[in-house]
């Protein structure tokens, strides 16, 4: 190896079968730059932090001016030898200080703003608690009101029930009472017209009839006396 030996991460990955991001990133933890590649002391550290088998470590470069033959590269047979332009290869490195997150940020020209998200779930849940609570209270106070009209419903309906009862009663005992308001105003206007009868003429008795004459179960005494009552009756 040369002081100017460098593999690039894909190398890297070829070889071994891990991932460049992987080596990438393990490389930087390492205190290794990767902007330019794998540095000898980069490779060697990552090779045994990876304990991966070792593999021969590449060729350095060749010259630039040294021709590459297509045979080096293609299988036999593959093309015609003729059909091939020369090539040339040159070892392209990154210059130095070059970031790559800097040229991401420039073309993304994005910044993310982060927050902990779990400050905001645990307020969700608490504004969830609230507002199911406040749906629990509303809910036990519907049903009180319902059980307080249920019981409120049952006591009319027992208090309805009675009064029906007690006006059915007293609704017999008015027809009663109207029956017997009725009996006793003939009764006075029978009496009253026995009364009255009193002051008329009475028929001449029999001959041979000793008895006295009798007009409502009182005796006659007279015509001037029946008169008089009469006439005192009509007065009042």
């Known amino acids: 190896m040369t002081e100017d030996f460098m593999i690039s991460l894909g190398e890297f990955e070829r070889r071994h079968g891990i991932n460049k991001g992987t080596v990438s990133k393990r490389a930087r933890e390492l205190g290794y730059d990767t902007s330019a590649g794998l540095s000898q002391d980069a490779y060697t550290a990552l090779k045994a932090d990876f304990k991966v088998s070792d593999q021969p470590d590449p060729e350095p470069p060749p010259d630039p001016k040294t021709p590459v033959s297509p045979t080096h590269v293609l299988p036999d047979h593959f093309f015609h030898a003729s059909a091939l332009t ?17 040229v991401a940020q420039f073309f993304d020209g994005a910044i993310g703003h982060s927050k902990d998200t779990s400050q905001i779930l645990a307020i969700a849940d608490l504004a969830i608690a609230a507002a199911e609570q406040s749906m629990d209270d509303k809910i036990g106070q519907q049903r009180d009101e ?15 029930l009675e009064a029906k009862s007690r006006l059915h009663a007293k609704a017999v005992e008015s027809r009663l009472l109207a029956e017997a308001q009725t009996q006793a105003s003939q009764t006075a206007e029978e009496q009253l017209q026995a009364l009255l009868a009193l002051g008329k003429p009475q028929p001449p008795a ?9 007009a409502g179960g009182c005796p006659r005494r007279g015509g001037r006396q029946s008169g008089g009552l009469v006439r005192m009756l009509n007065t009042s």
């Open 86 to 102: 020369v090539s040339q290869r040159s070892d392209i490195r990154l210059p130095e200080g070059f970031d790559a997150g800097q």
């Open 146 to 160: 319902l059980r307080k009209a249920e019981r409120d419903g049952l006591l009319l309906n027992n208090k309805v």
């Open 206 to 214: 029999n001959a041979g009839d000793s008895s006295p004459s009798l």
